[in-house]
Nanobody
Framework: QVQLVESGGGLVQAGGSLRLSCAAS????????MGWFRQAPGKEREVVAA????????YYSDSVKGRFTISRVNSNYVVYLQMNILKPEDTAVYYC?????????????????WGQGTQVTVST
């Protein structure tokens, strides 16, 4: 069992930065790959970034590549999403999720545990 709690969302101007955190409980966390997803109103939930259990492999969607960075500190049971050069189209609810797979996963069906989400709003 893994419980996830996101934090760090908020309102930021275009071009600004935010760092999202996902605090995990449950010892299985250190063996799970993790992902960050987002869902904008009227749109499907989409993967933003994902990271392997060890942190050695990462995945980024084309829309955020070069701007966002995913990282994890297993000893602290936390996953981060550093978001730079934010754009209005990044506005969404951001979710972290845990997958029992070793490698980064891009599909929502690969994830067993989800946080409650944190709102990110980027103004023009």
């Amino acid at each position: 069992q893994v419980q996830l709690v996101e934090s760090g969302g908020g309102l930021v101007q275009a071009g600004g930065s935010l760092r999202l955190s996902c605090a995990a409980s449950g010892r299985a966390f250190t063996t799970y790959s993790m992902g960050w997803f987002r869902q904008a109103p009227g749109k499907e939930r989409e993967v933003v970034a994902a990271i392997s259990w060890s942190g050695g492999y990462t995945y980024y969607s084309d829309s955020v590549k070069g701007r966002f960075t995913i990282s994890r500190v297993n000893s602290n049971y936390v996953v981060y999403l550093q978001m730079n050069i934010l754009k209005p189209e990044d506005t969404a609810v951001y979710y972290c999720a845990a997958s029992p797979s070793v490698h980064p996963q891009v599909g929502t069906m690969s994830y067993d545990y989800w946080g409650q989400g944190t709102q990110v709003t980027v103004s023009t």
